[in-house]
């Protein structure tokens, strides 16, 4: 069981930056987590899983705090636990999903009906300033852009990131229509 915040051990780190990052290369991972598989909690999952990116030539370069917010579309399901991380890596877009996918079936992650509850998902948000379809790729993710619970911890590492489509990371997540109840975990 989670425990409540209320402590200092209970506190997430701070939004962490190595450098300035590129925004106009950035690579933007956000991470998911509402089945804790066999780890104490989501958190623990998810801080298991940002361990294993070095592994996979994906070198964290800013990451956010951590967000919950009711499952979508189904609030019945445990709630998640989200966070974006920026990454630097020599892996192509394919590649990066990829490795993203490796990570994943790592920590237990099952296909099954869409929006079930899962140990570990993992979404390419962007890469660089690529767009449109890269061969079954869909760049930027077609639905990022209007989840709270994406944007709002991107806006954390990187509030003037640009999405090709138009609007700052910080604007989006002032106008996402998904995930409004999502709020850091302090």
Do not use: Y
């Not at 933007?28 to 780890?39: E, F, R, S």
């Not at 298991?48 to 070198?59: I, K, Q, S, V």
Request: glycine letters at 10%; charged letters at 25%.
């Amino acid at each position: 069981m989670e425990k409540a915040p209320g402590n200092i051990s209970d506190v997430p780190p701070a939004v962490e930056i190595d450098g300035e990052p590129d925004l106009d290369r950035a690579v933007i991972v956000a991470l998911g987590c509402n089945d804790k598989g066999p780890w104490a909690d989501c958190r623990e999952a998810l801080e298991a899983a940002l361990c294993r990116f070095r592994t996979e030539g994906l070198d964290v370069i800013a990451r956010s705090s951590w967000w919950r917010s009711a499952a979508w579309p189904d609030p019945q399901d445990p709630p998640f636990l989200n966070g974006v991380v920026l990454v630097r890596t020599d892996h192509g877009p394919h590649e990066t999903m990829a490795a993203l996918g490796r990570i994943e079936d790592a920590f237990g992650r099952m296909r099954g009906s869409m929006n079930a509850p899962r140990t570990l998902d993992l979404d390419l948000v962007a890469w660089g300033r690529e767009h449109g379809d890269l061969d079954g790729l869909i760049l930027p993710h077609p639905r990022a852009a209007d989840r709270l619970f994406v944007m709002g911890p991107l806006a954390e590492v990187a509030p003037d990131w640009v999405h090709p489509h138009g609007g700052t990371a910080r604007d989006l997540a002032g106008t996402a229509t998904i995930g409004r109840d999502a709020s850091p975990i302090r």
